[in-house]
C-alpha cells in the first residue's frame, strides 16, 4: 500500500477497539504504516458515543467514552477532523444509492468528509461502493 490520507468509518474504529479480528490484512497495514495519515471525524465519535452508551463495547477497562476515544486515537496516531459547512455542502448534493435502501445520514456525513477533503475512506459496509461514482476513494474490509 502507498502512503496516504485515510478516514476511518466508525465499524472500523469499533473493530479495532474491540480487538475483534474483524479487519482485513490490507487495513491492518494501513493502520500500521506510521508515514500515513489516520484521521475520523467527528461523525464517528457520535456514533461510538451512542455504540458506548447502549453497552456495545463489552471491554469496559475505560471509565467513559471519552477515555475510549482517546486512547484509541492515541495508541492508533489518530486525528480528528470536525465537519464544516462545506461537508454538509457535499452530503446534501450527494446521490443516495437508493437501490440497497441506503439512507443513514451518519454514513452520508462520513462518505462527504472523505469526498472534500480527499481522504480514502476504510470501511466494510458493502453500499459504499456505490459512491466511487461521485469522488469516494475507497478501501474495503474484506472479512
Known amino acids: 500500500m502507498q502512503m496516504g490520507r485515510y478516514l476511518l468509518d466508525t465499524n472500523i474504529v469499533a473493530f479495532l477497539i474491540h480487538d475483534s479480528g474483524d479487519v482485513c490484512k490490507d487495513v491492518l497495514g494501513i493502520m500500521e504504516d506510521y508515514g500515513n495519515q489516520i484521521v475520523i471525524c ?26 475510549m476515544i482517546y486512547d484509541f486515537c492515541s ?43 480527499r481522504l480514502t475512506l476504510v470501511s466494510s459496509d458493502r453500499k459504499f461502493a ?11 474490509n474484506k472479512r
Open 75 to 117: 495508541d492508533f496516531g489518530v486525528s480528528v477532523s470536525y465537519s464544516t459547512r462545506e461537508h454538509y455542502d457535499t452530503m446534501l448534493h450527494l446521490e443516495w444509492n437508493e437501490a440497497e435502501q441506503h439512507h443513514d445520514p451518519s454514513d452520508l456525513l462520513i462518505i462527504a468528509h472523505a469526498i472534500t477533503e
Open 42 to 67: 467527528g461523525e464517528t465519535i457520535k456514533e461510538l458515543y451512542a455504540l458506548y452508551r447502549h453497552d456495545r463495547f463489552m471491554q469496559r477497562k475505560w471509565s467513559n467514552c471519552s477515555e
Open 130 to 140: 456505490f459512491y466511487r461514482s461521485q469522488g469516494l476513494r475507497l478501501v474495503e
